[in-house]
């Protein structure tokens, strides 16, 4: 089984919609949990670190799910400039910091 | 804002030739990371450097790589002898603290083109 599990998509998704999306990790030990977004042959860029408690930051929701060993990231109120790659990072015990390998969101006009 | 800044930015070299990738943490950061991403593929760890030393590498980190952090600020990816499956974009990358919640703080990257 892979550390990070991803959909890869891709979710096409019109302006102004709702597209929400989930990433499952294996090592029931992992201490925290990000998502990033990645733009076509760039740097993946912090978009939030996800809290047990689940958090918003503006049209950004992340939730953490220990249970069933998934994080979920939902956006509302979809942008143009929305479009990219979401990555799903894990943090075990270890400093490695593992990747999932990217879902794709296509916001259209 | 302390950004972590990566040279060259596009590096292209012949098979079997020795390559150093570059690469400037934000200062205070305690830990480093080298990670690739193959063009369309995942982004994957090779190493991680903490107090001058490896602390965790990849089965992808053999015996062709190497890091170093030969002073206070450099910290360096070297490939000895490039292969075509080398060719990538790599990303290092470092974190401020050894606290887990600390996120990666990425450089904008070194294209590795290996003819």
């Known amino acids: 089984r892979k550390e990070v599990e991803q959909d890869p998509g891709p979710f096409n998704v019109p302006e102004g919609a709702t597209v929400a999306f989930n990433c499952t990790y294996s090592?029931?030990?992992?201490?925290?949990f990000f998502w990033y977004r990645q733009d076509c042959r760039k740097e993946p860029k912090l978009l939030m670190s996800?809290?047990?408690s689940g958090n918003e930051d503006g049209r950004f929701t992340a939730q953490l799910n220990r249970a069933s060993q998934y994080i979920s990231l939902l956006i509302r109120d979809s942008k143009l400039s929305d479009s990219a790659t979401y990555l799903c990072?894990?943090?075990?015990?270890?400093?490695?910091?593992?990747f999932g390998a990217g879902t794709t969101v296509t916001v259209r006009a | 804002e302390p950004e972590v800044t990566q040279t060259p930015s596009h590096q292209v070299t012949q098979m079997g030739q020795e390559v150093i990738l570059r690469c400037v943490p934000i200062?205070?950061?305690?830990?480093f990371y080298w990670y690739r991403q193959i063009l369309g593929q995942k982004v994957e760890f090779l190493v991680s450097?903490?107090?001058?030393?490896?602390?965790?590498k990849s089965e992808i980190f053999d015996d062709q790589f190497s890091v170093e952090r030969p002073d206070g600020s450099n910290f360096t990816l070297k490939i000895r002898s490039t292969k075509l499956e080398d060719s990538a974009m790599y990303f290092c990358?470092?974190?401020?603290?050894?606290?887990?919640?600390?996120?990666?703080?990425f450089g904008n990257g070194t294209r590795l083109t290996v003819t």
């Open positions: 090592n029931s030990a992992s201490q925290s």
């Open positions: 200062s205070n950061h305690l830990y």
């Open positions: 450097f903490y107090n001058n030393e490896i602390s965790e």
């Open positions: 996800v809290y047990s």
């Open positions: 990358a470092s974190i401020e603290s050894s606290s887990y919640n600390s996120p990666l703080h």
């Open positions: 990072v894990v943090n075990g015990n270890d400093y490695k910091l593992s």
